[in-house]
């Protein structure tokens, strides 16, 4: 049997912090549930002082979610550290994450602390987590451009203090492999009490090397990656969970570790995590993306017909992706429908499956195909327009060369009914002003895309919409045969998580927080 190594996912704390990413309490707890069921070891659910819905989702999901140990972030402040456990000690196995910069463009500028205080502020923190908690992970913020010699001592005195976990974090995705790997390599052979610490990594992909960097690190010495699914994080992202588990698994003769992650539910997770966070994957993105397993090329299709290993390194099964197929039509009922999404992997209880069942049979009149895809989109619909203030009840619009454009839309706004005609610049520009108008809402349009979920022209329209207003962004999608109705909800979706964003970041700061830069 090879080493193991510890998978820690920070998709609901680090996935989080990209621009726009923002995700309510169901959405997490949901999230939170997919990756209990991919095996991943730990789930850094949140950062608990950053405000009161961070602080509820991390408790809730130390209280629902088993199996996993449920982590909190915490900076190296005593109230961090006292909330973050607050959070995290109903979980039969919570651990509390903190961490202080070690870098000295960090120590200079960020927290204007001398080598001596921050050793200061380790020894005071670390002892104050580990009398809380048994499982304590410490991190070297921008660990990358950290001075070696202050580093092994940081390193030291935290073990020392009741760190059980190390990681080096790449801060800002600034080392190549070479150099990443052999920071853990000095670390391992120049910190006296190393083995009495996991040593763990954590990068992100400012130059596209995130994976590459974990992997030299587990080369070196790391036992625990942190990663997120579909390489969501701040910026360009961090290391993406299913890229390091698969690529752990097919050279495991040249990196001979292993995961104990069920790769079968890698598909499910991460459209689960696009769907909900509106960030769609590219198509030719490494495991998951639309065309990762896609044959274009004549001379590769005959050679997969020939012998399937000529040019596929690992099959499309290993994580979880079947063919398409026609799946249900407007005749079939509510076992059916049940069965079909539990095959997707998506088990709901009675409520949730009532009500997309009705959603089901909306679409299924106007559609008469009705494919995997179109149910993974129903679902994620769903999901972004969960209780939510502002609600999509219909559109009519005039479109065409001659016409002028016109939308006629009804919403509801904390379930009171309104309803307006205005007009535009083509179709979805008068959508999208009876929305700012019916809302008393104009926030930055960032981001109109649109594409098709299946082929054919009766597929359904999926449009992802990112707004922005006052440094705070969101992204959303919404999907229909209607590629203008696809439009509305896509906005409603990002209006209403922007809404929620504002909400919290006025309450709680959260914007403070972000200029430290965490
Ligand atoms: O990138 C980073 O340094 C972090 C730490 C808080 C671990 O996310
Ligand atoms: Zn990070």
């Known amino acids: 049997m090879t080493e193991k190594i510890y998978i820690f996912d920070t998709t609901l704390r680090d996935g989080e912090q990209s621009p726009g990413a923002s995700m309510n309490l169901e959405e997490k707890i949901q999230i939170a549930e997919v990756l209990a069921d991919l095996k991943v070891d730990i789930i850094e659910a949140g950062f608990p002082i950053a405000s009161n819905g961070d602080f509820e989702a991390v408790s809730e999901i130390s209280k629902n979610i088993k199996g996993p140990t449920i982590a909190?972030?915490?900076?190296?402040?005593?109230?961090?550290?006292?909330?973050?456990?607050?959070?995290?000690?109903?979980?039969?196995?919570?651990?509390?994450?903190?961490?202080?910069?070690?870098?000295?463009?960090?120590?200079?500028?960020?927290?204007?602390?001398?080598?001596?205080?921050?050793?200061?502020?380790?020894?005071?923190?670390?002892?104050?987590?580990?009398?809380?908690?048994?499982?304590?992970?410490?991190?070297?913020?921008?660990?990358?451009?950290?001075?070696?010699?202050?580093?092994?001592?940081?390193?030291?005195?935290?073990?020392?203090?009741?760190?059980?976990?190390?990681?080096?974090?790449?801060?800002?995705?600034?080392?190549?492999?070479?150099?990443?790997?052999?920071?853990?390599?000095?670390?391992?052979?120049?910190?006296?009490?190393?083995?009495?610490?996991?040593?763990?990594?954590?990068?992100?992909?400012?130059?596209?090397?995130?994976?590459?960097?974990?992997?030299?690190?587990?080369?070196?010495?790391?036992?625990?990656?942190?990663?997120?699914?579909?390489?969501?994080?701040?910026?360009?992202?961090?290391?993406?969970?299913?890229?390091?588990?698969?690529?752990?698994?097919?050279?495991?003769?040249?990196?001979?570790?292993?995961?104990?992650?069920?790769?079968?539910?890698?598909?499910?997770?991460?459209?689960?995590?696009?769907?909900?966070?509106?960030?769609?994957?590219?198509?030719?993105?490494?495991?998951?993306?639309?065309?990762?397993?896609?044959?274009?090329?004549?001379?590769?299709?005959?050679?997969?017909?020939?012998?399937?290993?000529?040019?596929?390194?690992?099959?499309?099964?290993?994580?979880?992706?079947?063919?398409?197929?026609?799946?249900?039509?407007?005749?079939?009922?509510?076992?059916?429908?049940?069965?079909?999404?539990?095959?997707?992997?998506?088990?709901?209880?009675?409520?949730?499956?009532?009500?997309?069942?009705?959603?089901?049979?909306?679409?299924?009149?106007?559609?008469?195909?009705?494919f995997d895809e179109d149910l993974i989109a129903l679902v994620g619909d769903r999901a972004a327009s969960y209780n939510e203030k502002i609600k999509f009840v219909n559109l009519n619009v005039n479109a065409g060369s001659l016409e002028k454009h016109q939308a006629k839309l009804t919403i509801l706004i904390e379930d009171k009914s309104k309803d307006i005609e205005t007009d535009g610049n083509g179709p979805v520009d008068a959508t999208f002003n009876a929305i700012k108008l019916l809302t008393n809402t104009n926030y930055k349009l960032k981001l109109y895309q649109v594409h098709a979920i299946t082929a054919g022209t009766d597929a359904q329209g999926e449009v992802t919409v990112r707004l922005e207003d006052d440094q705070l962004t969101s992204q959303a999608k919404g999907s229909d045969p209607d590629i203008i109705v696809a439009s509305a909800k896509a906005y409603i979706n990002a209006l209403n998580k922007l809404i929620y964003k504002k909400t919290r970041s006025k309450n709680e700061q959260i914007s403070a927080l972000k200029i430290e830069g965490v």
């Open 72 to 370: 909190g972030l915490a900076r190296a402040k005593l109230a961090d550290i006292e909330r973050a456990w607050e959070a995290v000690k109903f979980s039969d196995s919570p651990r509390i994450h903190t961490f202080i910069a070690t870098s000295p463009i960090h120590m200079k500028y960020k927290l204007m602390k001398s080598e001596n205080e921050v050793l200061e502020a380790i020894k005071q923190t670390v002892t104050f987590a580990r009398n809380l908690c048994p499982n304590i992970e410490w991190s070297c913020e921008d660990g990358g451009r950290s001075n070696l010699d202050f580093l092994y001592q940081c390193i030291e005195l935290a073990i020392e203090c009741g760190a059980t976990t190390i990681n080096i974090p790449d801060t800002v995705g600034y080392t190549l492999p070479t150099e990443f790997g052999s920071i853990f390599k000095s670390v391992k052979n120049n910190v006296p009490n190393i083995d009495k610490a996991i040593l763990s990594t954590h990068t992100h992909n400012d130059l596209g090397l995130a994976v590459a960097n974990s992997i030299a690190a587990i080369q070196e010495g790391a036992r625990q990656v942190e990663c997120t699914i579909n390489g969501l994080g701040e910026r360009a992202g961090n290391a993406a969970l299913e890229e390091i588990v698969m690529a752990l698994k097919v050279k495991k003769d040249l990196i001979p570790f292993h995961t104990d992650i069920k790769t079968q539910s890698i598909t499910k997770a991460s459209r689960l995590v696009s769907s909900i966070t509106g960030f769609s994957v590219q198509p030719n993105k490494a495991i998951v993306g639309a065309n990762a397993f896609a044959h274009e090329a004549g001379i590769h299709q005959d050679g997969m017909l020939k012998n399937a290993e000529t040019y596929e390194i690992m099959t499309p099964e290993t994580v979880g992706l079947t063919e398409s197929s026609l799946v249900l039509g407007k005749h079939s009922g509510k076992h059916a429908f049940s069965e079909k999404l539990k095959e997707l992997g998506y088990e709901l209880g009675d409520n949730a499956l009532m009500e997309l069942f009705g959603r089901f049979k909306d679409l299924a009149d106007r559609k008469k195909e009705i």
